[in-house]
């Protein structure tokens, strides 16, 4: 087990619940797990569910210092890590950019992973990952990977992670939770690959799901995306989920600095003539919008996304999308 900089658990207000330890299995563990994906639960041969280097946490928090956003808080137990934030996008020089890291190179069986990212009143920051996200095979049980990301008044966050590529036999539950106040706005992002396309393997793993929800500081849910993929099951190549293609990504943005229709007109006319099939849609109480996108090679779909990121970054806060130097 690894822990870096542990910061200690903030203190309860009065009367509040008392929220579960770090190692408590409530806190790791989602309250619900798809049905596609809870069947293969089973006791591993190996190192099982919450045994060191089972249970990734990573916990951030960010606040307005010194003229920019800061990392003031930061917990982290292996295999999750970061860097430590840098600074080089040219035209926000007081949005740090962190990367988000593995120590084990990838998610396998019985791994429970946790992060959670708050962004105090005021705070800037974009959030990304190494590289792709890779799930591996799996003999027992499964995988869950969950981001909690908490945007304040007047916040303004970009967690635009690479790409999740389930190997063959892999089961795995994603879920992502943004709870952004009314005056925040948070871009975020999500993509499956069917596969290791450069290997020709194409919708082998078992499951993939994946919940995506947007909600207010009070709870409310706003707005819901599932995914469901089970090759062997209810099929991945209908109309309402990968329709024959290799790739699909999501793109959100809640934001009230513009209209939602005029978000969404945004990212219609940006992915349009690309020849990739998408679809855009104002969000539930015209928080923003967002579009769906599908495509046959990650490159293609990888840059549908950045011009789209790029486009509603200029309306929003006026300056173009930084290039992150990923290899």
């Known amino acids: 087990m690894s822990i870096v900089a542990a910061a200690p658990e903030a203190p309860v207000p009065p009367g509040a619940p008392v929220p579960p330890a770090r190692l408590d299995p409530a806190h790791y563990e989602p309250p619900r797990v798809p049905l596609e994906v809870l069947r293969h639960a089973s006791v591993p041969d ?3 569910v919450g ?3 089972k249970v990734g946490l990573l916990e951030l928090g960010f606040e307005r210092a010194g003229g920019r956003t800061e990392l003031v808080r930061h ?8 860097i430590r934030p840098l600074y080089f996008d040219p035209h926000r020089p007081d949005l740090p950019i962190t990367f988000l890291m593995s120590t084990g190179g990838g998610i396998i069986q019985a ?4 992060t959670d990212l708050v962004f105090g009143p005021g705070t800037s920051g974009h959030v990304t990952t190494q590289a792709a996200t890779k799930v591996y095979r799996m003999e027992h049980d499964y995988a869950v990977a969950q981001t909690f990301l908490t945007a304040g008044p007047e916040a303004y966050v970009e967690y635009l992670p690479d790409p ?3 190997y063959v036999d892999s089961r795995f539950y994603q879920r992502t939770i943004v709870t952004a106040h009314p005056t925040a706005t948070v871009l975020a992002s999500e993509t499956v690959l069917s596969g290791r396309l450069a290997r020709g393997e194409r919708n082998a793993y078992e499951v993939f799901a994946s919940d995506f929800e947007v909600r207010r500081p009070g709870g409310e849910l706003v707005a819901l995306d599932t995914v469901r993929l089970e090759p062997g099951g209810s099929g991945v190549d209908g109309p309402a989920v990968l329709a024959g293609h290799c790739v699909m990504a999501c793109f959100f943005a809640v934001s009230p600095l513009a209209p939602a229709r005029e978000l969404a007109d945004l990212l219609h006319a940006t992915l349009a003539g690309r020849g990739l099939p ?6 539930p109480q015209e928080c923003g919008a967002w579009v769906r996108v599908l495509g046959e090679h ?3 779909v990888t ?3 950045v011009a789209a990121w790029d486009a509603v970054r200029r309306r929003l806060i006026g300056v173009p999308a930084p290039d992150l130097r990923k290899t």
Do not use: H, M, N, W
């Open 46 to 48: 190996t190192l099982g």
């Open 51 to 53: 045994r060191p280097g």
């Open 75 to 82: 917990y982290q137990k292996s295999p999750l890590q970061i």
């Open 111 to 114: 791994d429970r992973l946790r």
């Open 164 to 166: 999740v590529i389930p």
């Open 278 to 283: 998408y679809g855009v849609s104002v969000l």
């Open 298 to 300: 990650t490159e293609a």
């Open 303 to 305: 840059l549908a996304l």
